[in-house]
T-cell receptor
Framework: DTAVSQTPKYLVTQMGNDKSIKCEQN?????MYWYKQDSKKFLKIMFS???????INETVPNRFSPKSPDKAHLNLHINSLELGDSAVYFC?????????????FGPGTRLLVL | GQSLEQPSEVTAVEGAIVQINCTYQ??????LSWYQQHDGGAPTFLSY????GLEETGRFSSFLSRSDSYGYLLLQELQMKDSASYFC??????????FGQGTELSVKP
């Protein structure tokens, strides 16, 4: 019973390509996030959605576009991939009230741009 | 700016106690979380402190002092499986988590 799932797990692609990463959570949470973890393990928030509405939008190149078709799904589309986009991308979700304190992370998508 | 400082690495032996410190500087601070991440894995939640004091969950405890902008994670009765990276993360009132750089804990036999 996977709580937060992401596809694909690995993604190897050429510079300039466009790719998408999908995320789904079956926890009934209202809030979902995208994080980027670089090679030094620095974990940085990119976006957050609450019930399909964008609530956090960090300083991320506009080549990155999140989309939330419903509150259980948050996808990330990346246009014109660059070498510096190589990283692990984690999706996460959290509930409301006190359960907001815990974020549940997906297994990550390892993106390598060549 | 917003930043968190924690040691980059800590080494300890099985059965010992280790403390990982975290100092933070963020606007609109709401609470401090701790996450564990094994190599190749996802971050997993360990604990959260919104109020000053100690929170205990089994072998792990976390402490927060809001006046000192400081917290720590205490791991007791260390086991080999505790070897991992540990991240402190400050939550602001907008629900955003700002993560520290992580502390790599190595547990030796």
């Amino acid at each position: 019973d996977t709580a937060v799932s992401q596809t694909p797990k690995y993604l190897v692609t050429q510079m300039g390509n466009d790719k998408s990463i999908k995320c789904e959570q079956n926890l009934g949470h209202d809030t979902m996030y995208w994080y980027k973890q670089d090679s030094k393990k620095f974990l940085k928030i990119m976006f957050s959605y609450n019930n399909k509405e964008l609530i956090i939008n960090e300083t991320v190149p506009n080549r990155f576009s999140p989309k939330s078709p419903d509150k259980a799904h948050l996808n990330l589309h990346i246009n014109s991939l660059e070498l510096g986009d190589s990283a692990v991308y984690f999706c996460a979700s959290s509930g409301q009230g006190k359960s907001r304190e815990t974020q549940y992370f997906g297994p990550g998508t390892r993106l390598l741009v060549l | 700016g917003q930043s968190l400082e924690q040691p980059s690495e800590v080494t300890a032996v099985e059965g010992a106690i280790v403390q990982i410190n975290c100092t933070y500087q963020t606007s609109g601070f709401y609470g401090l979380s701790w996450y564990q991440q094994h190599d190749g894995g996802a971050p997993t939640f360990l604990s959260y402190n919104a109020l000053d004091g100690l929170e205990e969950t089994g072998r792990f405890s976390s402490f927060l002092s809001r006046s000192d902008s400081y917290g720590y994670l205490l791991l007791q009765e260390l086991q080999m499986k505790d070897s991992a990276s540990y991240f402190c993360a400050a939550e602001n009132q907008g629900g955003k988590l700002i993560f520290g750089q992580g502390t790599e804990l190595s547990v030796k036999p």
